[in-house]
């Protein structure tokens, strides 16, 4: 029992450190390159690309972490239903201190006990969902001034713009001679 329970304990803390190290190397890397791509980088379409190699990073992200949450929770649920078998199996010196293990339950109780603040596996979701939109804002930044100068270009292209009276006349269905 106590090797089961060694076993369940080590594979939720390896799947924790995953986690974790998943989330700080995305963190780094989105960081480094939105800084570079915001800063840096001078030509638009180039930004384009940059934020949509970074929106792309974050979906991975999101999933990476969401999966390894998904781990760690099972590997805690395995615990939670070993843990009253494992505890109470404990030997004790004395009778009182076998009744406490016998009602010491680490991972259900936990659950309940600390309800203030935000959960650090949300805020796995959060970070790249904010990044996210950094991300989706410097697409956004990146393509309206090259959908401008489209729109400039085809305006020019067009010729000079028609004056009011030509406008008018249009309108009313006049003719106007050239």
């Known amino acids: 029992m106590k090797d089961l329970y060694s076993f369940l304990l080590g594979a939720r803390e390896q799947d924790s ?10 963190n780094v890397i989105n960081g480094g390159l939105f800084g570079f ?4 980088i001078t030509q638009e379409p180039l930004k384009i690309v940059a934020s949509l190699l ?13 999966r390894m949450a998904e781990w760690v929770t099972w590997w805690e649920s395995k615990l939670e239903q070993l843990e009253a078998h494992y505890f109470s199996a404990i030997e004790c010196k004395s009778p009182d201190e076998t009744e406490f293990l016998k009602k010491f339950h680490v991972f259900r109780d936990r659950k309940d006990s600390v309800t203030t603040g935000c959960s650090t596996r949300a805020l796995g979701i959060w970070i790249p969902t904010i990044f996210i939109v950094a991300w989706s804002s410097l697409l956004l930044l990146s393509i309206i001034p090259l959908a401008y100068d489209q729109i400039s270009a085809r305006k020019e292209a067009a010729g000079p ?18």
Not at 17 to 26: D, E, K, L, S, T
Not at 37 to 40: F, I, K, P, V
Not at 161 to 173: C, F, I, L, Q
């Open 17 to 26: 450190q995953r986690h974790w190290v998943i989330f700080g190397v995305m």
């Open 161 to 178: 713009a028609n004056t009011t009276v030509e406008k008018d006349a249009r309108k009313s269905g006049a003719r106007l001679s050239p």
């Open 37 to 40: 791509a915001a800063s840096a």
């Open 54 to 66: 970074g929106i792309g990073l974050c979906v991975l992200w999101i999933l990476a972490v969401r």
